[in-house]
């Protein structure tokens, strides 16, 4: 059985398929975002708080699926049961 969407850490429903777009209103200023397909982003890129649609949209931060010590092993490395300790990398 699929699980059904649970929010996001925006506390918008999250849907795998609908991004979550960003858009900055040149009007008035307001931060914005709208959870839509790529082929609706256009029409639904309304500002909120305006109305206005002279908005540009604005490159937000992701989250990289992968843990820290596979990403550099040996570096950040935690016994069970103790806080991770940071071993720096050779040469630097």
């Not at 309304?46 to 931060?61: E, I, K, T, Y």
């Amino acid at each position: 059985m699929q699980k059904p969407p649970g929010p996001s850490r925006r506390g918008m429903p999250y849907n795998p398929d609908m991004p979550l777009y960003e858009f900055l209103c040149a009007a008035c200023g307001e931060h914005f975002e709208i959870l839509s397909s790529l082929a609706e982003r256009e029409q639904k890129a309304v500002c909120p708080s305006c109305g206005g649609r002279d908005v540009s949209q604005v490159l937000g931060g992701f989250t990289v699926g992968i843990s820290r010590t596979k990403l550099n092993p040996g570096v950040f490395e935690r016994k069970k049961g103790q806080a991770p300790t940071y071993k720096p990398p050779a040469g630097g």
